[in-house]
């Protein structure tokens, strides 16, 4: 029986060893501050907004919500920016993405005080990670090493495939596999015969946003599945041919008209793969729980708390 890797389990844990940092944190005069933005109303966002903001004050971190308009420009909003850089209260700042597509993303992630960047997306700190020194990482593949660490999964000398180079979770997941002296390929949409790279993968990372593409194939039998996808899928005929041996999944179907999935088939994943991700339950829960961590250490920073 392959071993389910569970997020929330892991997510628990990372909050609970979060409550005495706040605290001493608060022992200095204040919470740990969080600034989050949101422009525009996309629906998608204000859900991730919002459990981030529930998040902080479930910890008891000072969060404020700034939701200037769709029509906002780029100037504006590192104006905006600037502001929160500037009050020494606010420790991280977050601008959730995607941003609308007039404004130049480049520009207002380079805005953000790098020592306020709790994603970890600034080229300085993304400079940090390659040259791995301590600095904020992207959560995601924070979180995910966190994971492959929590449950013990070997990482020196392994064989780690990633699927997907994106800048927030392909490229940085590459680079901590790396750090931790596993033998790293990278696979992206001109990769050729994706299945055969991806079978001798003894940890393998799928973040591509392609619903379970990830076929019995792809998995080395026994090897570690890390699906990162998170894929909305709400066409009957998909959802039979994904889940069609998981009943209790397609009655979600039924009663919801749409379903969660990850980037690996998850029949084949729990068939083949010694230990892995659900979608949902793994990577999921993690990102979050690693942006408080982030903010959390922003703050020690700032107050000098060891
Ligand atoms: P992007 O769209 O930015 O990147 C996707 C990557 O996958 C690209 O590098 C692309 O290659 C590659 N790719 C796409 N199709 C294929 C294919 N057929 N074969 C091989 N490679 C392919 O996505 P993100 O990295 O932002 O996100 C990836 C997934 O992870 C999404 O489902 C997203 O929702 C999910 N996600 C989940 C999070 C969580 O907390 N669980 C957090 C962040 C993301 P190329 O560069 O050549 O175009």
């Keep these: 029986m392959a071993q389910i890797l569970d997020g929330k389990r892991v997510r628990d844990a990372i909050l609970a060893e979060s409550v005495p940092r706040v605290k001493r944190v608060m ?3 204040r919470p740990p501050g969080l600034a989050v933005v949101l422009v525009g109303n996309d629906p998608g966002s204000e859900i991730y907004v919002r459990n ?5 004050a479930d910890l ?14 780029t100037d504006e909003l590192v104006a905006l920016i600037d502001g929160l850089n500037r009050r020494p209260e606010i420790d991280g700042i977050l601008v959730q993405m995607p941003l609308p597509k007039p404004v130049d993303s480049r520009r207002v992630l380079l805005a953000i005080d790098p020592d306020k ?6 080229p300085m700190n993304v400079g940090n990670l390659v ?3 301590p ?9 995910i090493m966190e994971l492959l660490e929590r449950y013990q999964i070997p990482v020196t000398g392994r064989n780690a495939v990633v699927v997907g180079r994106s800048d927030i979770v392909g490229k940085p997941m590459a680079l901590m596999l790396l ?7 990278i696979c992206h949409s001109k990769t050729r015969d994706l299945a055969a790279v991806c079978a001798g993968a003894d940890i393998l990372v799928a973040a591509m946003g392609r619903p379970a593409l ?4 792809y998995i080395r039998p026994g090897a570690t599945v890390i699906d990162v996808g998170m894929n909305r899928i709400s066409d009957r005929a998909q959802a039979e041919a994904i889940f069609g041996r998981l009943p209790e999944r397609l009655a979600v179907f039924e009663r919801t008209g749409s379903l969660l999935v990850g980037d690996v088939d998850p029949v084949a994943m729990a068939e083949r793969a010694g230990a892995y991700t659900p979608v949902p339950g793994g990577v999921g829960p993690l990102t979050i729980a690693m942006l408080m961590k982030n903010a959390i250490d922003a703050a020690e920073r700032h107050l000098g708390v060891r």
């Design 27 to 29: 022992d200095r005069g």
């Design 52 to 56: 981030k903001v529930k998040a902080c």
């Design 60 to 73: 008891g971190i000072y969060s404020e919500k700034l939701t200037p308009a769709e029509a906002i420009t």
């Design 117 to 122: 960047d709790v994603d970890g997306f600034h």
């Design 131 to 133: 040259a791995n020194r």
């Design 135 to 143: 600095a904020p990482r992207a959560c995601t593949p924070a979180g």
């Design 179 to 185: 750090h931790h002296s596993a033998t790293v390929t």
């Design 214 to 217: 990830v076929k019995a194939e």
